[in-house]
């Protein structure tokens, strides 16, 4: 999984850095609030795990922000504050789970591979993106009128709205898609993109995938 770590304590940041890998997660690491928002909007991450007290930007702010703008990534925050009020702010604020300080690291690693789990077989069954509604379970796109889809046109379709506006690489798609699939390349990352382009065109719909073959892709309305 990739994950955005932002945490502005360098010994619990260094820590929980060293331990991502070993787990097989990678990422980035932030000290700020602020970095968290002008990350997420240019980057695609499974999770981001958000210190609530930080400086120039706090955790809770940044979170306001990545939600008011659409941003649908699942956030961990951590804090040193462990009054309900606190955790019921966090949720409210569209938080998906928390962790007081001081937490375990295993309780944390092993949240992190539950997670993981769930992205590897996420399948919306509805999904709606500019004049887009996608129905997973009847693998059909609709807007002015309606398709189907293949399997792999499903999950690359969620993966591009999920990250809706964020250029996107290929080998990230790739990933996404055909998780562990050894015969699958880049080259099928393009055919399906265009696939997907010429699906679009024929329901009528205004959203479009940009992006040249091996480059990055992002999905507008």
Partial sequence: MKILLAEDEAQLARVLKLAMP????????VANGQKVVDLAAANAYDV???????????????LRELRARGDRTYVIMLTAMAEEDDRVT????????????????????????????RVKNYDDQDLAFADLHLNSDEQVL?????????????????????????ELPAVDILQRVWDGDQDADEENVWINISYLRHKLQSIQSTAKIVGEKGGLYVLKG
Avoid at 22 to 29: E, F, M, R, T
Avoid at 53 to 60: C, D, E, Q
Wanted: charged residues 30%; glycine residues 8%; negative net charge.
């Fill in 22 to 29: 070993s787990s097989g997660d990678q990422g980035d690491a």
């Fill in 48 to 62: 981001m795990i958000l210190d609530i007290m930080m400086p120039v930007k706090s955790g809770l702010d940044a």
């Fill in 90 to 117: 966090g949720l409210d604020t569209g938080a998906d789970d928390y962790l007081t300080k001081p937490f375990s690291l295993k309780e944390l690693l092993a949240r992190l591979r539950s997670l993981e789990r």
């Fill in 142 to 166: 609709e807007s002015h009128n309606s398709i189907s889809l293949s399997r792999e046109e499903i999950k690359m379709l969620q993966y591009l709205i999920h990250n809706a506006g964020k």
